[in-house]
């Protein structure tokens, strides 16, 4: 499984941050995200347990069902998948909530995925950094516009 992170600084409070993380059926609007459809739903309304379908670039369209869990006092968000089929064999992530002060949030993303063995590392490697970048400025740019 090939790993990468990164970190973006939101102009946000992390309550807000976490709002449109844990918002996941809006994904569609703005992440590169196909379909979503939430299987099951823990404290709160949460999803705990949710379906997606993506494109993958070059490798074509991948489905998903992640397992979400959550941190106490919301200062991160983790998942595993649970089941996955076409471009992506597995993957597990999460998102890291820290509150610089009462307008700022920064968030790292960390990211595994595993495409399988018959893509190049390179390529694998590459393909983690490039979906982390572009999933933490659409974040940036959803929770800072609202």
Do not use: C
């Not at 949030?105 to 572009?134: C, H, M, Q, S, W």
């Amino acid at each position: 499984m090939d790993h990468a992170e990164g970190s973006i600084e939101i102009e946000a409070p992390l309550v807000d941050v976490m709002e449109v993380i844990e918002d996941v059926e809006s994904y569609p609007e703005w992440a590169d995200v196909r379909r979503v459809e939430v299987r099951e739903r823990g404290v709160g309304g949460r999803a705990t347990e949710v379906a997606f379908e993506v494109d993958v670039p070059v490798l074509g369209t991948a489905s998903y069902t992640l397992r979400y869990q959550y941190a106490p006092g919301d200062t991160a968000v983790s998942w595993v998948s649970t089941e996955a089929r076409g471009a992506i064999r597995e993957i597990r992530g999460e998102y890291l909530l820290d509150e610089l002060d009462e307008r700022r949030t920064k968030v790292t993303y960390r990211l595994g995925v595993d495409l399988g063995p018959l893509v190049p590392a390179f390529v694998r490697t590459e393909g983690a950094r490039r979906v982390i970048e572009n999933a933490l400025e659409r974040l940036k740019r959803r929770v800072e516009r609202g």
